[in-house]
């Protein structure tokens, strides 16, 4: 059984997406712990690329910072075996599908098993191509997280049908960054999903406030929340995991 499905299990899950290295690996690591004290219940963890497709100006900012700071993927790894010496929640790398080709596809797979690394989430691999991937992911117990977009309309069934982990739905089309309101029709996308598939599904891409997250999380299992937590990492420095906690408490009381 996925290890991802706990994060569903005690209610709506509070998702935070941090970029690992920006400013630096033990800040990220202080800013998880934080964000897990105060009720987050999956951490998604970026892996700098140099051109992240699916990402607006904060988070491509968040990569240039990592990646300007000298992080690697083998400097992540080493993060993140230290890092569940007592982190228990699911976590996930979201990277790109050219970081995990580059560093030769099974030993990041495997190395992702080795070091406690429950799924992988690449926004820029189509669904027709996942078979890259998927044989990979099976053979070391790595779930490989889909993502739904506005736009996948009839082929969202499908998706779903094959999907593992969770279920990603994209809120809106464009790339990752806050926005004042959400205007997609969720609740038909996950009346679609629902009847394909039990496996939990969040929102993520756009939500920055409380009540957007309540919305969000009232029509599926949960809110994914990136672009406004690296927002705090770019204001705050090292000094951001406190304001990080007090933010994922606000967001996870209004769930």
């Known amino acids: 059984m996925s290890n991802i499905k706990s994060a569903f299990e005690h209610g709506k899950a509070f998702i935070a997406f941090i970029t690992c290295g920006d400013p630096d690996l033990e800040t990220t690591a202080a800013a998880i712990r ?3 004290e105060n009720g987050a ?5 970026g892996i700098p ?17 990592a990646l300007n700071g000298g992080v690697t993927t083998d400097k992540i790894f080493a993060f993140v075996r230290e890092l569940r010496r007592d982190v228990t929640v699911p976590m996930v790398f979201m990277t790109y599908a050219n970081v995990v080709f580059s560093y030769d596809s099974e030993r990041f797979i495997s190395t992702c098993r080795d070091i406690g690394i429950d799924g992988l989430i690449l926004p820029d691999l189509p669904y027709e191509e996942k078979e890259e991937f998927l044989p990979l992911c099976h053979k070391y117990g790595v779930d490989l997280i889909s993502l ?9 069934a499908m998706i779903a049908k094959e999907a593992e982990g969770f279920l990603y739905i994209v809120s809106s089309l464009g790339v990752t960054g806050t926005r004042s309101e959400i205007k997609t029709d969720l609740a038909s996308i996950v009346d679609v999903v629902r009847q394909n598939t039990d496996i ?25 929340v990136g672009s406004a937590i690296i927002k705090i990492l770019e204001k705050y420095g090292k000094d951001a995991p406190k304001y990080v906690g007090e933010y994922v408490k606000n967001m996870t009381e209004k769930l």
């Open 34 to 36: 934080a964000a897990v």
């Open 41 to 45: 219940s999956l951490i998604e963890l």
């Open 49 to 65: 690329f140099s051109d992240p497709t699916a990402e607006g100006p904060v988070i491509q900012g968040a990569n240039l910072r």
């Open 148 to 156: 739904i977009a506005p736009t996948s309309e009839n082929r969202i």
């Open 200 to 224: 939990p599904c969040a929102i993520g891409f756009g939500i920055s406030t409380p009540d957007q997250a309540h919305q969000m999380a009232a029509i599926s299992d949960g809110a994914i």
